[in-house]
């Protein structure tokens, strides 16, 4: 009695096995087997799946934040420049070429999304204003 019910699964698997490989080859848009396949793959991969989400917030996070590390950097540093000549400090025409230069990465960044920032502006028109009068006056700081 086992032996024949063993017998009918064997053989009732092979004839499973078999419909869903003709399904599978026919040009009937039913796939028995990928679909199990496809199936079981899901089953195994959902924790991957769900990792990986996590990751991709996780990137997407650090890149805000470096973003925003690197932006807050730039403004900092045009406020400080601003500030040392307000202080009476002098500085090279290639100190004023870097800070241009950065002026204008910032602004592009800035413009880009949409941003205003009223501070940066009044800060880089008075390092302008000093640049002018140095390139006037060739009164830039030499080292001497």
């Known amino acids: 009695m086992e032996k024949e019910i063993l017998d009918y699964i064997k053989y009732?698997?092979?004839?499973?096995?078999?419909?869903?490989?003709?399904?599978?080859?026919?040009?009937?848009?039913?796939?028995?087997?990928?679909?199990?396949?496809g199936w079981i793959g899901n089953r195994l991969n959902r924790d991957v799946k769900k990792d990986i989400?996590?990751?991709?917030?996780?990137?997407?996070?650090?890149?805000?934040?470096?973003q925003?590390?690197?932006?807050?950097?730039?403004r900092r540093n045009i406020l400080n420049f601003a500030d040392e000549l307000m202080r009476g400090e002098e500085k090279s025409k290639e100190n004023y070429v870097n800070i241009i230069s950065l002026h204008d990465r910032y602004n592009n960044y800035v413009e880009t999304k949409?941003?205003?920032?009223?501070?940066?502006?009044?800060?880089?028109?008075?390092?302008?204003?000093?640049y002018q009068y140095c390139l006037e006056h060739n009164s830039f700081y030499d080292g001497k």
């Open 53 to 66: 989400s996590q990751i991709q917030s996780d990137v997407k996070t650090l890149q805000y934040d470096l």
């Open 68 to 74: 925003d590390h690197k932006v807050e950097s730039m």
């Open 12 to 37: 009732g698997g092979w004839i499973l096995f078999g419909s869903g490989m003709l399904f599978e080859i026919s040009p009937i848009k039913f796939n028995p087997i990928s679909m199990l396949l």
């Open 114 to 130: 949409g941003l205003t920032n009223g501070q940066i502006d009044l800060a880089f028109k008075y390092i302008s204003n000093k």
